[in-house]
């Protein structure tokens, strides 16, 4: 068949879009900003390391939602896990005084954590227990994630004088900043949780079909609960970065990332009935945002474009998706593989 | 012949209703038990009984002397019973050696760390499909871009090489076209020659006499008649069906 032959070069060349998207974004930005300014744009550390750390924001919510996505379920209370766990972990350091050193900046952490791991289990209980539809219960638990965090930071910006925080936020580890060092290691650990352990083609199975993964032996109900967790504590790991990077805790701190963090995953090449996405593919996606959201300020368009421009690649990430199965005549995987 | 099977008086109530009462039958090795009825008559929650997915509200099912109702799904497949849904219960995203393998993944060890053994699982499955005379255009695909009938064969793959005793089939010709029913009546038998027990719903009825040893009809949850395929014939089955 016609059809079929085509597919047999069109496949790798769709499943490699978001690559070609992303070369072809950083040729766009470094020609714009040598015709214009006569300077490079991607020969410099400085540029390098802004995108590295602004990828590695998106990255730290979108990294567990990725996971939470394969298996057919979307977690927006991730915005606001993030500035939850920010605020109380700059209350804790708050609380015990900036001298307490290491010791108190390590306990704060796992506090925020701990505080992320709440959101994590009443999410997997609504989904997984009580079959609440995952959009509408992590928007209840969105809700109230962000009224906790304000209410426990007073409505304020919770400071804070740690220099062990700061230089958490702000160190540099290898010459890699810490926030990018941290969203390498989590992404490590998750590309190898989802595409090389039974949890991960358990996650895969129950995306596809549930009832056939029930079947089949595997545990939905506890799965799609540790998923909910997982989503929860890698948001709050940006929560505690935040936190690090500024000094301060903000119930708002992840509110303007979660858009960024959905477009991520689903650049990527993870789709809304699940079973497709991979950690590879969200890292893509988290590195083409960032690219768009440094290049356009690069280029001193107003601020506000950036908006605009995630908006746009969203939809053409999903036009691109559905064209792949019009064009290979069956959905694809995103590289189950 | 060794019994297999044995159901005794299996009874399920949903609320108020009665969906099956008082089902009694015996599989022996090597033999095809039809369950015959119309929609609604209560085969599939009978199976579901024996395959662990509902608790019978009475009765029992044993297999090979052991209760295995009232235990989980993969209780009773890890006792033997492989069931073969209508809905395939393949995870379609996922290849056919990790379909084959679902729930029960391989694993190997890299770097100390269990990593799950894709390549392995791939090959375990493009041997048992061989077996069966089935080939597989692409192996690395997901099983979402096979035919109804490869997927179906890859169902009884599961059941042929995890060397399940006794096969429970829900309308496996269903939503298949001719030559592709053929195929897996031809499995069917393949499977009766190797002394597996074969429970098979239809209400197709050249596949009920083309398969089956025993006839078990079923009407609104009860056994209306049981008949050897040589000695009825289709106006009777239909007959008994109707509830007549």
């Given at each position: 068949m016609i059809t079929s032959q085509g597919a047999s070069w069109l496949k790798p060349l769709l499943n490699a879009w978001s690559w070609l998207f992303l070369a072809l974004i950083l040729v766009f930005f470094e020609v714009y900003a040598r015709v214009e300014?006569?300077?490079?744009?991607?020969?410099?550390a400085y540029n390098i390391q802004a995108i590295g750390i602004a990828a590695s924001q998106i990255l730290l919510l979108a990294l567990g939602l990725t996971l939470v996505v394969v298996a057919g379920h979307i977690d927006l209370s991730i915005g606001f896990t993030t500035g939850l766990s920010a605020v109380v972990m700059a209350l804790v350091i708050r609380w015990f005084g900036a001298d307490g050193g290491w010791p108190v900046v390590i306990l704060a952490m796992a506090v925020g954590l701990g505080a992320a791991l709440i959101v994590g289990v009443i999410n997997g209980w609504l989904v997984a227990i009580l079959d609440v539809p995952s959009f509408i219960g992590t928007l209840g638990t969105y809700g109230v994630a962000r009224g906790a965090a304000l209410i426990v930071a007073g409505g304020a910006t919770v400071s804070i004088r740690s220099e062990e925080a700061r230089s958490f936020g702000n160190g540099d580890i290898f010459s890699i900043p810490v926030p990018v060092a941290v969203a390498i290691a989590l992404a490590l650990l998750c590309h190898y949780i989802l595409a090389h352990t039974r949890f991960g083609v358990h996650t895969y199975a129950i995306g596809s079909n549930r009832a056939s993964a029930e079947r089949a032996g595997v545990n939905v109900k506890r799965h799609l609960m540790y998923l909910f967790i997982i989503s929860a504590l890698t948001a709050a790991v940006g929560g505690l970065v935040y936190t690090g990077r500024f000094s301060a805790g903000a119930a708002n701190a992840g509110e303007p990332i979660l858009l960024y963090a959905v477009a991520a995953v689903f650049i990527g090449g993870a789709s809304l009935t699940g079973g497709q996405g991979t950690i590879v593919g969200t890292v893509i996606g988290a590195i083409i945002i960032a690219v768009i959201q440094f290049g356009l300020v690069f280029s001193g368009?107003?601020?506000?474009w950036q908006f605009v421009a995630v908006g746009l690649v969203i939809i053409v990430a999903v036009l691109v998706d559905q064209s792949r199965g019009k064009l290979t005549g069956g959905k694809l995987t995103g590289g189950t593989t | 012949m060794t019994v297999l099977l044995e159901a005794n008086g299996l009874t399920k109530r949903f609320g108020g209703i009665q969906a099956v009462s008082d089902v009694s039958f015996k599989v022996e090795e090597g033999e095809c038990v039809v369950l015959a009825g119309d929609n609604g008559a209560g085969k599939s929650t009978v199976i579901k009984m024996i395959a662990g997915v509902y608790p019978p509200t009475a009765g029992e099912a044993r297999f090979q002397g052991n209760?295995?109702?009232?235990?989980s799904p993969f209780q009773v497949r890890n006792a033997g019973i492989e069931t073969i849904y209508q809905d395939l219960?393949?995870?379609?995203?996922?290849d056919v050696g990790l379909n084959l393998y679902l729930g029960r993944e391989k694993t190997r060890r890299l770097f100390g760390l269990p990593v799950v053994a894709r390549k392995a699982m791939r090959q375990d499955a493009i041997n048992v499909l061989q077996r069966l005379g089935i080939n597989v255009p692409d192996p690395d695909a997901p099983v979402r871009d096979f035919s109804g009938g490869q997927r179906q064969a890859i169902a009884i793959a599961r059941a042929i090489h995890w060397k399940a005793k006794l096969v429970i089939m829900d309308e496996p010709t269903a939503a298949l076209g001719v030559p592709e029913q053929r195929e897996v009546m031809a499995l069917i038998e393949r499977l009766k020659s190797q002394g597996v027990g074969i429970i098979l719903i239809s209400h197709n009825l050249p596949d009920i006499f083309a398969a089956g040893d025993r006839i078990i009809i079923l009407t609104r949850g009860s056994v209306a008649g049981e008949r050897r395929p040589q000695e009825t014939n289709e106006e009777e089955i239909v007959r008994l069906m109707m509830g007549g």
């Open positions: 300014t006569g300077q490079t744009f991607l020969m410099r368009l107003p601020p506000y | 209760i295995v109702s009232g235990r219960a393949l995870a379609d995203n996922l």
